[in-house]
Nanobody, 124 residues
Framework: VQLQASGGGLVQAGGSLRLSCAAS????????VAWYRQHPGKQRELIAR???????????IYADSVKGRFTISRDNAKNTVYLQMNSLKPEDTAVYYC???????????????WGQGTLVTVSS
């Protein structure tokens, strides 16, 4: 299983970006999906997560720093999770990582997979 993240780039403060993270490979089902970010010299932090198999099936949580500005969503038919980021601020500058909890077969074991990281830079 591989996760391919895309959509990062340079944007001015107040602008918007949408990140995508597509999973491919041997996928039986995808459970929780999430986005994290990492500022230089700091630990990776959770910013948004959907706990259920569908956007309406489980709960969605956001870090206080992005609540009201970022929206996480998923398209199960495409094995893809999105992060819509609006009203971006310079402090949102970071490398963003997607995470998907994936069941790869009939066995109930769930594995955690990470995307390669995509850089978001917000200029003031």
């Amino acid at each position: 299983v591989q996760l391919q993240a895309s959509g990062g780039g340079l944007v001015q403060a107040g602008g918007s970006l949408r990140l995508s993270c597509a999973a491919s490979g041997s996928i039986f089902s995808i459970n929780a999906v999430a986005w994290y970010r990492q500022h230089p010299g700091k630990q990776r932090e959770l910013i948004a997560r959907i706990t259920g198999i569908t956007s309406s099936d489980g709960s969605t949580i956001y870090a206080d720093s992005v609540k009201g500005r970022f929206t996480i969503s998923r398209d199960n038919a495409k094995n893809t999770v999105y992060l819509q980021m609006n009203s971006l601020k310079p402090e949102d500058t970071a490398v963003y990582y997607c995470n998907q909890q994936i069941r790869t077969g009939i066995a109930p074991t769930i594995f955690s997979y990470w995307g390669q990281g995509t850089l978001v830079t917000v200029s003031s």
